[in-house]
């Protein structure tokens, strides 16, 4: 697929800004060996919120879904921003962006207790950026710039 210049930069200039964003978040969390999910799993709100307390309740699935959260928050970011394994990655952060939004779903009638900055109706922060990584997934960019390009020209044809 052929891009403009502008269209190249900002679809790239796109893949690293989300990139640094879910690196930082999962090595903030990483990091800390205090951190863990508990506390927003207590505060989700709508329909699945059943599946979150039972996530927060229970020590072992709790551990897991730290590990697992942290992890792949730092991969995903990882990824992204090497332009090394972009479609995986962008698939896994839209899964991750999607658990976040059915956690904490924007619908009116549902308060929670930690602050939101901004008010949203359906269309939230976290619903953005997923859709973002739609974007980055059907306008690909590593094969041109990222690491992609460099180990797709290594292989012999």
Do not use: C
């Not at 796109?14 to 903030?28: K, N, P, Q, S, T």
């Not at 969390?29 to 229970?58: E, M, R």
């Amino acid at each position: 697929m052929e891009y403009s210049k502008g269209q190249l930069i900002s679809l790239v200039l796109l893949r690293l800004a989300i990139g640094w964003h879910f690196f930082y978040e999962g090595m903030v969390k990483v990091l800390n060996p205090a951190w863990t999910a508990k506390a927003y799993l207590l505060d989700s709100g709508g329909f699945a919120k059943p599946f979150f307390d039972w996530i927060a309740f229970n020590p072992s699935l709790l551990a897991i879904s730290d590990f697992v959260n942290a992890w792949a928050l730092t991969l995903v970011g990882f990824f992204l921003l090497l332009g090394w394994w972009v479609r995986p990655a962008a698939i896994a952060g839209m899964l991750l962006l999607g658990m976040y939004y059915l956690s904490h779903p924007p619908f009116p009638g549902i308060e929670y207790l930690f602050p939101i900055d901004g008010n949203y109706f359906i269309i939230d922060k976290t619903m953005v950026e997923l859709l973002a990584l739609g974007v980055l997934l059907s306008f690909p960019t590593s094969h041109i710039i990222g690491l992609e390009r460099l180990f797709k020209k290594s292989k012999p044809s």
